[in-house]
């Protein structure tokens, strides 16, 4: 794996202060990398940066200080080789459920014809269930239906990059098992890189292959990065029948319950913020601190009646 595919150092964000206020340091000193093909969950409290990072690696908004580098080059304002999908739908109101999405084809690849711009885009229709309501503006959908075309415009231009900013927070629980799974088999089969804003411990360790926590703002900061290593072929369905699953879900619902908070106040003094340390709960430790392989799936036990 390229490790460092995208690379964001030193990043940090000062809102000016307005009448006589001090300025806001939102966060500051940010530095993390993430690998071609990896999915990458950032998780922290409300106003600690999440959304504001999110959309500097996606060029529409500036740094104060620090620099994000993506495949080589710096990035300097929105491309076609980001994929953005907001928590609001971000749709144009006047263009079809289609329009919008070959809207976004069609900048992508501006020579296709017509017909292959229709059949791709209807590719990523189908795949976010929403078949039968091309031809529908969006003051016709539902939330969920409309975040569902945000999320199928963002697919079907295959960015280098996906940026999610909660992209499932508003979808019922079914619809969003479907979407986590359909996500999780497109990511597999095409070795999407992802960096997806969650509030949802769950959907992180589904879909992520490391968490980076955020410590309460302002002055926010990376406090670890936890490295999911459950099993990459986990589904929803088995996920927490494997003995890793509660020890990384204990060690991230800990973090938000109390050390966010106590790691705001008083940050470690051997803390390096150019190598946030990456923990590895779910996997338990021998006295020499080696992990100890996962124990053998035992078989469910056989009642003969
Ligand atoms: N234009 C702005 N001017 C001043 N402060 C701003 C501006 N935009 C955002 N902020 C502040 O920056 C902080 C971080 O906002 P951001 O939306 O990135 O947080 P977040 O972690 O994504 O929050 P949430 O989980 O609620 O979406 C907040 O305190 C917010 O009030």
Same mark, same amino acid.
């Given at each position: ?20 206020? %001090? ?180 959907? %992180? ?101």
């Amino acid at each position: 794996m390229q490790t460092d595919f995208l690379k964001v150092e030193a990043l940090s964000r000062i809102y000016p202060g307005s009448r006589g206020q %001090a300025p806001l340091v939102v966060f500051e000193n940010v530095h993390f990398s993430i690998g071609k093909g990896e999915f990458v969950c950032i998780i922290g409290h409300s106003g600690c940066g999440k959304s504001t990072i999110l959309n500097v690696l996606a060029g529409l908004d500036e740094p104060s200080a620090g620099v994000v580098i993506m495949d080589g080059r710096e990035v300097a304002g929105p491309s076609l080789d980001r994929g953005v999908v907001f928590q609001g739908h971000a749709l144009m109101p006047w263009l079809s459920v289609m329009k919008n999405i070959e809207f976004a084809v069609k900048s992508r690849w501006p020579d296709w014809r017509k017909d292959k711009v229709r059949s791709h885009c209807q590719q990523f229709i189908d795949l976010v269930g929403l078949t039968g309501a091309e031809h529908k503006k969006p003051s016709e959908l539902s939330g969920g239906m409309k975040q569902r075309v945000g999320i199928a415009r963002a697919f079907s231009i295959q960015p280098k990059m996906l940026l999610l900013d909660e992209p499932f927070g508003a979808l019922d629980a079914l619809t969003r098992g479907v979407i986590q799974d359909e996500l999780l088999k497109i990511c597999a089969a095409t070795g999407q890189t992802v960096f997806m804003i969650t509030h949802d411990v769950d959907e %992180a360790m589904l879909l992520s292959d490391r968490i980076i926590l955020m410590t309460n703002g302002p002055r926010a900061r990376i406090a670890e990065i936890v490295v999911n290593t459950l099993s990459r072929n986990r589904t929803r369905n088995d996920v927490h029948k494997d003995p890793q699953y509660y020890r990384i879900r204990n060690h991230l619902v800990d973090f938000l319950v109390s050390r966010s908070r106590e790691m705001a106040q008083a940050p470690a003094a051997d803390s390096d913020p150019r190598h946030p340390p990456e923990v590895r709960p779910g996997e338990e430790m021998d006295d020499q601190g080696i992990a100890k392989p996962p124990p053998a799936q035992k078989q469910p036990a056989m009642h003969l009646v």
